[in-house]
């Protein structure tokens, strides 16, 4: 998002990013609620303070890092640009705390999914092992036609993985006009909270929904990254903008793992929702290089 930081800055932003933890989102009459509440107010202040330098000595440098926070400058210097100084900061802030841990917590899930179910690793094991054996050098990483054009199977486990994890509890919309629903009025202007799982997991759009099923997805088209059956990234205009890159760091991430490596799960994770999904226990894994074929 923001190259050229020093080292010691860098990791004080990511630090404040850390203190953004879901523990604030508890009992009103806790002491230790109000504790975290102050934490993560001060952590906010001191991350909007880094973000807002970094921005300022970028306005003022004519050398281009080619990061994030380039193009939104670019974006905020054209004619009727929705992008301002405070809006910049805001989804700098925004993106940082989001996406700090919901890829992490999809790969573990995922890896816990897979590890119950022997049937979808071999399959697994087959259609990565043969991208491998395609190539004429064994040795180079994923390629993007490799990634769009022989994973089928793949993106049917994250899109189940996905579908199970519902890392997106709370997918907030604002009604533009009066909006009908079964007999009742939505105003315009109201606040509307969509909880994606209630469309995940209702057994009329899904055969056994809390079942790790990835051949539930078999000939279904799985390019677009959402509908209104599917909701892991929102939806419409507002959709994740990670939507594609979580994606692609998950077929990564299942390339080299089962290309790679034997695993046996020692300890599952377990997950919570208050209302944010978290691990309770973390997952536990014996791990080692596979044997030369």
Same mark, same amino acid.
Not at 145 to 156: A, G, H, L, S
Not at 179 to 203: D, F, L
Not at 260 to 282: G, L, N, W
């Given at each position: ?12 932003? $990511? ?79 925004? $993106?940082?705390?989001? #996406?700090?841990?919901?890829? #992490? ?9 897979? #590890? ?14 043969? $991208? ?70 209702? #057994? ?49 991430? $299942? ?39």
């Amino acid at each position: 998002m923001i190259s050229n930081l020093k080292p010691e800055t860098q990791e004080k932003l $990511i630090d404040h990013f850390k203190t953004f933890n879901i523990e604030w989102f508890q009992s009103p009459f806790a002491l230790s609620t109000w504790k975290t509440v102050y934490k993560v107010l001060r952590a906010r202040k001191e991350a909007v303070k880094i973000i807002n330098e970094a921005l300022e000595k970028r306005k003022d440098s004519i050398e281009k890092q080619g990061d994030f926070l380039d193009t939104l400058l670019e974006e905020m210097k054209k004619e009727g640009s929705i992008f301002y100084k405070e809006s910049i900061v805001s989804l700098l802030l925004n $993106i940082g705390f989001v #996406s700090r841990d919901s890829t #992490s917590y999809a790969t573990a899930l995922t890896v816990n999914f897979i #590890s119950k179910n022997p049937r979808v690793l071999t399959e697994l094991k087959r259609e990565h092992e043969a $991208i491998v054996q395609k190539r004429d050098d064994k040795e180079p990483g994923l390629s993007w036609e490799e990634y769009k054009n022989c994973m089928p199977f793949t993106r049917m486990v994250i899109y189940e993985s996905l579908r199970l994890a519902n890392l997106g509890t709370i997918i907030f919309r604002k009604a533009v006009k009066d909006v009908e629903v079964k007999g009742y009025t939505i105003p315009a202007g109201w606040i509307v909270a969509v909880a994606p799982s209630v469309v995940h997991y209702n #057994s009329e759009i899904y055969e056994n929904p809390l079942e790790f099923n990835p051949w539930r997805w078999e000939g279904k088209d799985l390019q677009s990254p959402g509908s209104k059956t599917l909701m892991v990234f929102g939806g419409g205009a507002r959709q994740c903008i990670g939507s594609d890159l979580a994606r692609l760091h998950l077929a990564v991430f $299942i390339h080299h793992f089962v290309t790679t490596y034997d695993f046996s799960v020692v300890q599952e994770c377990e997950i919570c929702r208050v209302p944010f999904p978290f691990f309770t226990k973390d997952l536990v894994i014996n791990i080692s290089p596979k044997s030369p074929s």
